[in-house]
């Protein structure tokens, strides 16, 4: 299935005002158990650095939820927000604009497979739902460490080979059209981001058991539908006002458990400190 036409109609529609931008965003976050996970690292990241400012790069930043998120949430974060889509860039650049943030995002237009234009400038980068697009992984791993500052961190969220994308066994396509690969193997991706001069610190399973039963209620049944035809849209609406719930619960749940496989890879790594003398 392709994902990419469901995702423009509902760009469409919620882009229209700030007032729906917003509640998009708000949805996506609450929707989308990766948001949970990726949210609760950056915490974790940006809190460490005690109020000092951060500089995010948002790579492949699709809608701009995340750097919203971070603007809003931190007054120390300042963002790039990157994409190969000119169109998102337009829609998330105009929203943000509208808001108090808006000094402290910067849309950019960007190949991550091309080297960038932001040689250590970055104490953290952030990859979600990116890496299973794009078939030169090893050239992006290599960029955004060289964009980073030694010692700077980079969170990858991707499918894992546990059943991500909706594949659960050998033969089977992916949920997602758009995927040039069902999802990474644990060793795989740490491989990759070491070659590429990159110290892997944490690696969590997301999307455990509880967590995919949550993917197929809030996610993969309603896409499914909207993907069938845009006139059930009011039925989609009336389905989660009695999933919603039931599925927000799972994703509170999985968020607590420290599972032992998953759907999905959220994988730390660090470029390393420059050696002190």
Same mark, same amino acid.
């Given at each position: 299935?392709?994902?990419?036409?469901?995702?423009?109609r509902?760009?469409?529609?919620?882009?229209?005002?700030?007032?729906?931008?917003?509640?998009?965003y708000?949805?996506?976050d609450?929707?989308?158990?990766?948001s949970?996970?990726?949210?609760?690292?950056?915490?974790?990241?940006v809190?460490?650095?005690?109020?000092r400012p951060v500089?995010?790069?948002?790579?492949?930043?699709g809608?701009?939820?995340?750097? =919203?998120w971070?603007?809003?949430?931190?007054?120390?974060?300042?963002?790039?927000?990157?994409?190969?889509?000119?169109?998102?860039?337009?829609?998330?650049?105009?929203?943000?604009?509208?808001? &108090?943030?808006?000094?402290r995002?910067?849309?950019?237009? /960007?190949d991550?497979?091309?080297p %960038?234009?932001?040689?250590?400038?970055?104490d953290?980068?952030?990859?979600?739902?990116?890496?299973?697009?794009?078939?030169?992984?090893r050239?992006?791993?290599?960029?955004? !460490?060289?964009?980073?500052?030694?010692?700077?961190?980079l969170?990858?969220n991707?499918?894992?080979?546990?059943?991500?994308?909706?594949?659960?066994?050998?033969?089977?396509?992916?949920?997602?059209?758009?995927?040039v690969?069902?999802? =990474?193997?644990?060793?795989?991706?740490?491989?990759?981001?070491e070659?590429a001069?990159?110290r892997?610190?944490?690696?969590?399973?997301? =999307?455990g058991?509880v967590?995919?039963?949550?993917?197929?209620?809030?996610?993969?049944?309603?896409?499914?539908?909207?993907? !069938?035809s &845009?006139?059930?849209?009011?039925?989609?609406g009336?389905?989660y %006002?009695? /999933?919603?719930?039931?599925?927000?619960?799972l994703?509170?749940?999985?968020?607590?458990?420290?599972?032992?496989?998953?759907?999905?890879? %959220?994988v730390?790594?660090?470029?390393?400190?420059?050696?002190?003398?």
């Amino acid at each position: 299935m392709d994902y990419d036409p469901v995702k423009d109609r509902l760009g469409r529609f919620f882009w229209t005002t700030p007032t729906r931008t917003k509640a998009f965003y708000r949805t996506l976050d609450a929707v989308f158990l990766r948001s949970w996970y990726v949210r609760r690292t950056l915490r974790r990241l940006v809190g460490a650095r005690a109020g000092r400012p951060v500089r995010v790069l948002d790579a492949g930043t699709g809608f701009g939820q995340y750097a =919203y998120w971070l603007v809003r949430t931190f007054p120390n974060v300042e963002v790039v927000a990157a994409d190969v889509k000119d169109d998102y860039l337009r829609r998330a650049e105009a929203f943000v604009a509208q808001t &108090p943030y808006a000094g402290r995002v910067t849309f950019e237009r /960007a190949d991550l497979t091309q080297p %960038l234009p932001h040689e250590e400038a970055f104490d953290l980068a952030l990859s979600v739902d990116v890496m299973e697009h794009i078939e030169d992984d090893r050239a992006v791993f290599r960029n955004v !460490r060289d964009a980073l500052v030694p010692g700077g961190h980079l969170v990858v969220n991707t499918p894992s080979d546990q059943g991500g994308s909706g594949v659960s066994g050998a033969g089977e396509e992916s949920f997602i059209g758009e995927h040039v690969r069902d999802g =990474y193997a644990v060793d795989d991706l740490v491989e990759k981001l070491e070659t590429a001069g990159l110290r892997v610190t944490d690696t969590d399973y997301t =999307y455990g058991p509880v967590g995919s039963a949550a993917w197929r209620l809030l996610v993969k049944w309603p896409i499914t539908m909207l993907n !069938r035809s &845009p006139l059930l849209t009011p039925l989609v609406g009336a389905y989660y %006002l009695g /999933a919603g719930p039931v599925g927000l619960a799972l994703n509170a749940v999985d968020l607590r458990r420290d599972n032992d496989t998953g759907t999905g890879l %959220l994988v730390t790594a660090q470029k390393p400190p420059r050696p002190t003398r």
